[in-house]
């Protein structure tokens, strides 16, 4: 993934919590962001989504 995904990934993720969305509306827990789709490892996808 690369860092521009990301980074809009993260702000995508900060604005459902600033509006009270479910922590299931984190656009990290879509399939294609996944670290099976996205290539990255499990602890590089966990340091993004916990951001």
Known sequence: M???RESALEREGAQAAARGQHW???PFL???NMPQASGESLG???RW???
């Open 49 to 51: 989504h916990d951001a």
């Open 44 to 46: 590089a996808w966990s």
């Open 30 to 32: 879509l399939k294609d």
């Open 24 to 26: 299931r509306s984190n």
């Open 2 to 4: 690369d860092i521009l």
